[in-house]
């Protein structure tokens, strides 16, 4: 029997001879794919036909494979409870999340805007939102953490530091009941585990109706993590967008892809076009395997240039605009939306936001410090009995602070700002 073992590291042999094949099979795929990425340009559509395949295959083979690696962008098939038409939430209440504690959040609408100072908790009000919608999905959660993070890959160890407290947030999504509540904790007398790149144990469990899943996170440094699950379920199509966080590259290629199939790729540029530069002809999205981006051709430019060139407000709105299809018949959440933004183009924006929202059937949830940005939101004309305002602030009580929500119809908050001047903002 010792003849089939190597002596240094405990294997048979033969399980060494495959392990050496693999590595020798990934690098040559590896090597492979950085020379069709120098040559993806003389591309045809039977070149994108087999690249197409061969995508599938490595996602095969990686489904196959019971625990998966620190990932951020996972190739785990989402089912999803809803992508029909439908009303989305009604009311959330966030339980446990950050420093956020009971806040209840009723009457919502198709678009949803939240006021409140810097640091009041909008952004982690958005995030506890979007972590409801994707129930016992790991990998949308560790990507939050990536994106807020502004990381291009997560580290075990950053994101242990990061993982304090508890987290249960509760909804009622067409009349579903749903919850996720996501624990965080030790398990030192767990033989499964590899005790010496273990750092905790993260579970997610997560309810709709009848329905319950569970999500067990393995967090080990080294690329070690391991994640076990019977099927991952979310609730609809959702994104979340922010000036603040790194976004998901393969998001990128999905938003566009989705904005081209639904045809509002082109109404997008012309509203950029009419708004804010006239000169720009199109854009276009180059899905390089290293860095995938945005071209745009110009007039004043013989070549076409990065979106990256452009002013941070037409990049934004550009952004923006681009989740409304791959977010049909789902939920947007839209952190600081006047951020970079010209005030003067907010009231042109804020309106095609809304005809978005109608068309895709998006519930939208928006955060603003900016009283210019959510007067817009009324000034514009268009429909505010399907607005919902909502003013976050803090309470302080025996010497702890809480957060409470005060609430206003958007026909209620329209009155009440041209009668009295009221500012959202300020409201207590």
Same mark, same amino acid.
């Given at each position: 029997?010792?003849?089939?073992?190597?002596?240094?590291?405990?294997?048979?042999?033969?399980?060494?001879?495959?392990?050496?094949?693999?590595?020798?099979?990934?690098?040559?795929?590896?090597?492979?794919?950085?020379?069709?990425?120098?040559?993806?340009?003389?591309?045809?559509?039977?070149?994108?036909?087999?690249?197409?395949?061969?995508?599938?295959?490595?996602?095969?083979?990686?489904?196959?494979?019971?625990?998966?690696?620190?990932?951020?962008?996972?190739?785990?098939?989402?089912?999803?409870?809803?992508?029909?038409?439908?009303?989305?939430?009604?009311?959330?209440?966030?339980?446990?999340?950050?420093?956020?504690?009971?806040?209840?959040?009723?009457?919502?609408?198709?678009?949803?805007?939240?006021?409140?100072?810097?640091?009041?908790?909008?952004?982690?009000?958005?995030?506890?939102?979007?972590?409801?919608?994707?129930?016992?999905?790991?990998?949308?959660?560790?990507?939050?953490?990536?994106?807020?993070?502004?990381?291009?890959?997560?580290?075990?160890?950053?994101?242990?530091?990061?993982?304090?407290?508890?987290?249960?947030?509760?909804?009622?999504?067409?009349?579903?009941?749903?919850?996720?509540?996501?624990?965080?904790?030790?398990?030192?007398?767990?033989?499964?585990?590899?005790?010496?790149?273990?750092?905790?144990?993260?579970?997610?469990?997560?309810?709709?109706?009848?329905?319950?899943?569970?999500?067990?996170?393995?967090?080990?440094?080294?690329?070690?993590?391991?994640?076990?699950?019977?099927?991952?379920?979310?609730?609809?199509?959702?994104?979340?967008?922010?000036?603040?966080?790194?976004?998901?590259?393969?998001?990128?290629?999905?938003?566009?892809?989705?904005?081209?199939?639904?045809?509002?790729?082109?109404?997008?540029?012309?509203?950029?076009?009419?708004?804010?530069?006239?000169?720009?002809?199109?854009?276009?999205?180059?899905?390089?395997?290293?860095?995938?981006?945005?071209?745009? #051709?110009?007039?004043? &430019?013989?070549?076409? %240039? /990065?979106?990256?060139?452009?002013? $941070?407000?037409? !990049?934004? =709105?550009? *952004?923006?605009?681009?989740?409304?299809?791959?977010?049909?018949?789902?939920?947007?959440?839209?952190?600081?939306?006047?951020?970079?933004?010209?005030?003067?183009?907010?009231?042109?924006?804020?309106?095609?936001?809304?005809?978005?929202?109608?068309?895709?059937?998006?519930?939208?949830?928006?955060?603003?410090?900016?009283?210019?940005?959510?007067?817009?939101?009324?000034?514009?004309?268009?429909?505010? #009995?399907?607005?919902? &305002?909502?003013?976050? %602030? /803090?309470?302080?009580?025996?010497? $702890?602070?809480? !957060?409470? =929500?005060? *609430?206003?119809?958007?026909?209620?908050?329209?009155?009440?700002?041209?009668?009295?001047?009221?500012?959202?903002?300020?409201?207590?």
């Amino acid at each position: 029997m010792e003849d089939y073992r190597s002596v240094s590291q405990g294997l048979l042999l033969s399980d060494v001879v495959s392990k050496n094949k693999l590595d020798g099979s990934i690098e040559t795929i590896e090597q492979q794919l950085n020379i069709t990425s120098r040559f993806i340009q003389f591309s045809e559509e039977s070149h994108v036909e087999n690249l197409t395949t061969i995508k599938e295959k490595i996602d095969s083979i990686l489904l196959n494979k019971k625990g998966v690696s620190l990932s951020i962008n996972s190739p785990y098939e989402r089912h999803k409870f809803y992508s029909h038409k439908n009303s989305q939430f009604d009311k959330i209440e966030i339980v446990r999340y950050k420093k956020i504690r009971n806040v209840k959040i009723e009457n919502l609408n198709r678009v949803n805007i939240f006021a409140g100072k810097n640091n009041a908790g909008k952004s982690s009000l958005l995030e506890a939102i979007y972590i409801l919608t994707r129930q016992n999905d790991i990998f949308s959660l560790l990507d939050l953490f990536r994106r807020r993070g502004k990381l291009n890959s997560l580290s075990a160890k950053w994101l242990d530091n990061q993982l304090k407290g508890d987290i249960l947030i509760k909804g009622s999504f067409e009349n579903n009941n749903t919850s996720v509540e996501i624990l965080s904790y030790d398990e030192e007398n767990n033989d499964d585990i590899d005790k010496n790149n273990y750092l905790k144990t993260i579970s997610i469990e997560s309810k709709f109706n009848d329905q319950e899943l569970n999500t067990t996170y393995y967090l080990q440094d080294g690329g070690k993590s391991k994640s076990f699950f019977k099927k991952i379920q979310i609730i609809c199509n959702s994104f979340i967008s922010s000036p603040f966080s790194q976004q998901n590259k393969d998001n990128l290629s999905l938003l566009y892809a989705k904005s081209i199939e639904d045809k509002s790729f082109s109404r997008i540029i012309t509203f950029i076009k009419e708004n804010i530069d006239s000169k720009l002809l199109d854009i276009n999205f180059v899905d390089d395997i290293e860095v995938p981006r945005f071209l745009v #051709d110009h007039s004043d &430019f013989e070549e076409s %240039i /990065d979106l990256t060139n452009f002013g $941070e407000g037409m !990049q934004r =709105i550009f *952004y923006i605009a681009l989740n409304f299809a791959a977010s049909k018949n789902g939920v947007l959440l839209i952190d600081e939306l006047d951020n970079a933004i010209h005030y003067s183009l907010l009231k042109k924006f804020t309106h095609f936001i809304q005809t978005l929202s109608e068309e895709f059937n998006v519930q939208v949830f928006i955060t603003s410090h900016s009283g210019e940005c959510i007067n817009a939101f009324v000034e514009n004309d268009y429909h505010n #009995d399907t607005l919902s &305002f909502y003013s976050l %602030i /803090d309470v302080y009580h025996n010497s $702890e602070t809480k !957060q409470e =929500i005060k *609430y206003f119809h958007g026909l209620d908050f329209q009155r009440f700002r041209n009668v009295l001047g009221a500012d959202l903002r300020s409201i207590v």
